[in-house]
């Protein structure tokens, strides 16, 4: 059985991964700058918004794996990159920000 796409869930992802990945640009910024309480709060943040974004991504694999298929549309596909590409943002973020501790 197929049905509509879930358009809330698919503008929680976008929505959720381009905060993260924001936060996490922030966090990088605020490093530079020496603040590391900063960036640490920025690199939470975005967490948190990666795990809201997991949220709405769960519901929809959820309602696949139930059987309702999903039509599969460019902003489906769009919403996935979004996630992803925060999802890699963060992780070297975090990595940046333990590079620019060393320099400091």
């Known amino acids: 059985m197929s049905s509509e796409i879930d358009l809330e869930s ?3 992802l ?3 991964g381009g905060n993260a990945k924001s936060d ?3 966090a990088i910024q605020a490093a530079k700058k020496g603040d590391f309480v900063l ?5 939470l943040a975005a967490e948190q918004s990666l795990i ?3 949220h ?11 059987g309702n298929k999903k039509e599969v549309s460019l902003l489906a596909v769009h919403s996935q990159d979004h996630l992803m590409t925060a ?3 963060t992780d070297l973020t975090k990595e940046i920000v333990e590079l620019y501790k060393i320099i400091n």
């Not at 960036?39 to 690199?43: C, D, F, L, S, W």
């Open 56 to 66: 709405s991504q769960t519901g929809l694999l959820s309602d696949e794996a139930k």
């Open 87 to 89: 999802i890699t943002f």
């Open 39 to 43: 960036a640490n709060e920025k690199i």
């Open 14 to 16: 976008i929505i959720f």
């Open 10 to 12: 698919i503008m929680g």
């Open 52 to 54: 809201e974004a997991h």
């Open 24 to 26: 996490a640009m922030e």
